[in-house]
């Protein structure tokens, strides 16, 4: 091709991305350094109020992790032992995660291939029984299709719990990920949309009373001080300096959710015409957390990559009902087709905020040569 090729490209850089918050996120870091509070103070607050704003809810409460926040929000609606939570079984095994961790077990629902996110017409099909809640995940930060999954979670008076940690931002008919359902639930890891230097999560929502409650889960169960009234009570606080580099970061999310769906739409425009099956035009409702393709020859294309110094990833490589970890708490059997097809299928291309045109074009053109030189052998 151009001037590009030849160029390493990672899937993702942390340090180029302090480089270019380092002006707004350092000051932030050396106030909570010097004010001698760490956890759960004015910081928090602040960052809490922003967020709930940012998104459109009437509370936010931050914690530890986005998998806490799962797990908090479980808890809060009274989901435990013996019961079953709807969810999919494509999305990095969280969800399932924090379904287990409170000793329910993972009822899990078929993807669409288009969007990759939860089938509601399968979902419809697995609920009644034993489920008490359903949770849906943003995958790659696009939108699940809500207007469908909604109604089919209220004909059985069933919550739902968005897992919006891959979309920070996406937006659908002026309606924020996080509030479509009883809760959202954010994850502030560093690779995230909007990242902190260090773990942190946050849950947004409407309802006071489950508010209330999340609140006091995420600090043993306290409503005051020393005083446990809710019995399922962990410590899960967000911490001082990772609440001010969020709210630091807050205002800058737009922009790069605008940045990241640039590059998506380049990406589009560059590869339509190549065998790849590519994720749907990027709109708002898409943050396009990840920019993932899907291939027949996923390996080979991938090995190709590589060896053009051109890093990707795959998400995820192992569905969660074939996990070890669900495997011993459940033996329900799973009939995923689409599921298993896509963890054969995704490759991850490199789409991150400080990415640059030169290597989103080193990419393209290592894609065309490696699509080609497959081709060839397979012939
Ligand atoms: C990252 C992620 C989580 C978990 O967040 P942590 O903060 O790492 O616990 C949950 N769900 C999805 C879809 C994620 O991508």
Known sequence: MNGSAGLKVPVNDLRRHWQSTQSVVQPAVERVLASGRYVLGDEVAGFEAAFAAYCGASHCIGVGNGTDALELALRALDVGPGDEVATVANAG??????????GARP????????????????????????????????????????????PVAAAHDLPVIEDCAQAHGACRDGRMAGRWGTVGCYSFYPTKNLGALGDGGALV???????????????????????????????????ELQAAVLAAKLPLLDDWNQRRRSLAGRYREALSASSLQLPPAPDRADAVHLYVVRSAVRNQLRAALARRGIATEIHYPIPDHRQHAVLQSTNAEADLPVTEQAAREVLTLPCFTDMTETELDAVVGAVEESLSEIGDRRE
């Open 107 to 150: 009822r899990f629902v078929d993807v669409e291939l288009e969007s990759l996110n939860m089938d509601p017409a399968a979902l419809a099909a697995v609920l009644g029984g034993g489920i008490r809640a359903v949770i849906v995940t943003h995958l790659y930060g696009r939108l699940a299709d809500m207007e469908r999954l909604l």
């Open 93 to 102: 095994m969280y969800a399932s995660a924090a379904i287990l961790a409170i």
């Open 205 to 239: 929502t409407d309802a006071a009373v489950l508010a209330e409650r999340i609140a006091a889960l995420r600090q043993y169960g306290w409503g005051e001080k020393y005083r446990a009234g809710l019995p399922g009570g962990r410590n899960s606080r967000l911490d």
